[in-house]
Antibody, heavy 122, light 108 residues
């Protein structure tokens, strides 16, 4: 059974940093693109970043480009999101999501973690 | 960026009734790369439908999707109590991938 477990969320001041992790189990993650999708309290879903299976390709939403960095360690089956210069509008539940495959469907999300909450406030 | 607009915002129905949810795109969705997700309170989204009409693994056949181009529909043929939730459409054919704002299906 595919499982994705996020961690690393918490309360941080504006301008601060956090590093999120997503531990994958039940499958070998290296063939699959992995993504982060966030959901502000009471709001809808927003894609923010994707990394290819090998890690060589990274993609970002304009809202986080230059501030967030996605990475992965396939030897540990773990996905990361380094978040710098955080803003109040980054407050959200951050989900890790598995891509359906490594081809055309890499930004179709067939498995999701339960999310980790990031709150940016002074 | 493709903007997805879902309607209605809220659908109030009774168990056993048919639900029809709409998702309209601001431009044509490439290769019908359109998906539907279900989200219940306190839970992560769950993939229901992909390429507009294919059911994901384990999804009951009361869920069906249709459409192409800019107009897509999710139909729940007979609502079960566990189907009351928020539904999101997503396009994944163009960058960036985008979601609709959601349709809440609530018990009447």
């Amino acid at each position: 059974e595919v499982q994705l477990l996020e961690s690393g969320g918490g309360l941080v001041q504006p301008g601060g940093s956090l590093r999120l992790s997503c531990a994958a189990s039940g499958f070998t993650s290296s063939p699959y693109a992995m993504s982060w999708v966030r959901q502000a309290p009471g709001k809808g879903l927003e894609w923010i970043s994707t990394i290819s299976g090998s890690g060589s390709g990274t993609y970002y939403a304009d809202s986080v480009k230059g501030r967030f960095t996605i990475s992965r360690d396939n030897s540990r089956n773990t996905l990361y999101l380094q978040m710098n210069n955080l803003r109040a509008e980054d407050t959200a539940l951050y989900y890790c999501a598995k891509g359906y495959d490594s081809g055309s469907y890499f930004r179709l999300f067939d498995n999701w973690g339960q999310g980790t909450l990031v709150t940016v406030s002074s | 960026e493709i903007v997805l607009t879902q309607s209605p915002g809220t659908l109030s129905l009774s168990p056993g009734e048919r639900a029809t949810l709409s998702c309209r795109a601001s431009q044509s969705v490439s290769s019908t790369f359109l998906a539907w997700y279900q989200q219940k309170p306190g839970q992560a989204p769950r993939l229901l439908i992909y390429v507009a009409s294919s059911r994901a693994t384990g999804i009951p056949d009361r869920f069906s999707g249709s459409g192409s181009g800019t107009d897509f529909t999710l139909t729940i043929s007979r609502l079960e109590p566990e189907d009351f939730a928020v539904y999101y459409c997503q396009q994944y054919g163009s960058s960036p991938p985008t979601f609709g704002q959601g349709t809440k299906v609530e018990i009447k």
